[in-house]
């Protein structure tokens, strides 16, 4: 996966702008009404959306595993720290925190690998600390493309595979924590030669 990412952000750059999803402000809302001050980003990419936090008040840590990236982010993410790794070797320090926010991160690995993210997430997250994660959902319309390699699980791009998951799938691998709120949102995106289209995420708001 980081081969796959690296070359993107090396080719591409901003791919997505400088606008963070519309899923931030939404749990930016969430993480001050449950008192979050210090924020986890696994997966941070080139920081848009860790930015957005950093700008709403909170202290930020970002992770991402492309060198790129975080060279971009480094650029345009005043306020936010940057670990260069996998989110699957955290923690990269001592560090907990009260809230995690995660954008499509988590539907990037096979079943025992997001089981492995989401105990480490767990191990840096504070007793009562809540988080807030997006992933692809069954709506897409990359659903059931590409080859197959584990169920609901297909490489959709080359080097890119993609679980994509139910309502009930996602709040079981969630089993761990307390659900407080799941739902479906709808995230516009304009970029490359894809162009204007809209992906059918499924949030989920969990507590420790």
């Known amino acids: ?55 709403a008040g909170f202290s930020v840590t970002g992770i991402e595993n492309s060198a790129t990236a975080v060279t971009l982010a480094l650029q345009n993410s005043e306020g936010v720290r940057y670990h260069l790794g996998s989110v699957l070797e955290m923690p990269f320090d001592d560090s907990m925190y009260d809230g995690i926010y995660c954008f499509n991160v988590l539907h990037l690995f096979r079943k025992n690998d997001r089981a492995a993210f989401l105990a480490r997430c767990r191990e840096q997250l504070k007793e009562g600390g809540v988080m807030f994660f997006i992933v692809f959902s069954d709506r897409e319309p990359s659903y059931g493309m590409g080859k197959k390699v584990e169920e609901n699980t297909f490489e959709s791009k080359p080097g890119r595979e993609v679980h994509y998951y139910s309502a009930e799938d996602l709040v079981s691998e969630f089993r761990d924590f307390e659900v407080l709120e799941t739902g479906i949102m709808e995230d516009p995106e304009d970029h490359g030669g894809e162009g204007r289209h809209i992906h059918q995420l499924r949030y989920i708001y969990a507590r420790n």
């Open 1 to 55: 996966m980081n081969t796959f990412w690296e070359e993107r952000f090396c080719e591409e750059g901003r791919i997505w702008g400088d606008t963070p999803s519309r899923t931030v402000d939404y749990a930016i809302g969430l993480f001050n009404n449950a008192g979050v001050q210090r924020v986890l980003v696994p997966g941070s990419g080139y920081g848009r959306n860790a930015a957005a936090f950093a700008r």
